[in-house]
């Protein structure tokens, strides 16, 4: 069972992802076709900025994951045996 703190940790990270996802579509997606003199664009980023956070925030998943295979792969090596 799961406790309340799990549910609400849970639905926080469920509520990020869904604003995330939205604003992305938003921007991605929409804002082409809205004038560029309109207010909404002063609530998004450059477009260019589209491509760049999803290409480092890739980068650093593959790094983090690529230092804990590291690291979990260090600590379960065995120390090789001296044969004399």
């Not at 804002?31 to 609530?43: A, G, N, Q, R």
């Not at 999803?54 to 593959?62: D, I, T």
Request: aromatic fraction near 16%; glycine fraction near 4%; hydrophobic fraction near 55%.
């Amino acid at each position: 069972q799961a406790t309340a703190t799990d549910r609400a940790v849970g639905f926080g990270l469920v509520a990020f992802s869904l604003v995330l996802f939205v604003y992305y579509t938003l921007w991605i997606i929409v804002l082409p076709f809205i004038d560029s003199d309109h207010s909404i664009h002063h609530y998004f980023l450059p477009r260019e900025y589209a491509v760049i956070i999803p290409v480092v925030a890739g980068l650093l998943l593959l790094l983090f994951i690529g230092v804990f295979i590291m690291v979990v792969m260090w600590k379960s090596r065995k120390p090789a045996r001296k044969s004399d």
